[in-house]
């Protein structure tokens, strides 16, 4: 027999670890990585998701607005699901309401 047969010969079988405190070893840090993943990245994305669905409600006409694709406008009309932005003197395009970005200014409310 070779060294490696009688050191294998002589090896204890290892005993399966287990039990709860092994397993909150191991999903511990798993847990809290995801833990720091939601408070860094979307919990804030969710916070700015809203904020921007609270300013497409608030948007009526007469308010000047930035789209998503850089054009600037104001807003003529307002539609069940788009808005009718004025981009010119005579020109006037429909965007859809998720595609307004930016409010650059709104009208008074008085």
């Known amino acids: 027999m070779t060294k490696l047969h009688v050191l294998l010969a002589q090896a204890q079988p290892v005993a399966?670890?287990?039990?709860?405190?092994?397993?909150?070893?191991?999903?511990?840090?798993?847990a809290l990585m995801f833990g720091a993943m939601y408070f860094l990245l979307i919990?804030?994305?969710r916070k700015k998701q809203k904020?921007?669905?609270?300013?497409?409600?608030?948007?009526?006409?007469?308010?000047?607005?930035?789209?998503?694709?850089?054009?600037y406008g104001t807003i003529t009309s307002v539609k069940d699901d788009r808005f009718v932005v004025r981009?010119?003197?005579?020109?006037k395009v429909e965007v859809g309401k998720g595609f307004i970005s930016t409010v650059i200014k709104k009208t008074d409310a008085a």
């Open 16 to 30: 399966p670890a287990g039990g709860p405190a092994d397993l909150l070893r191991t999903m511990g840090p798993l």
């Open 87 to 91: 981009i010119g003197d005579n020109n």
């Open 43 to 45: 919990a804030p994305q």
């Open 51 to 71: 904020a921007h669905e609270k300013m497409l409600t608030e948007l009526k006409a007469g308010d000047e607005v930035v789209t998503a694709g850089g054009i």
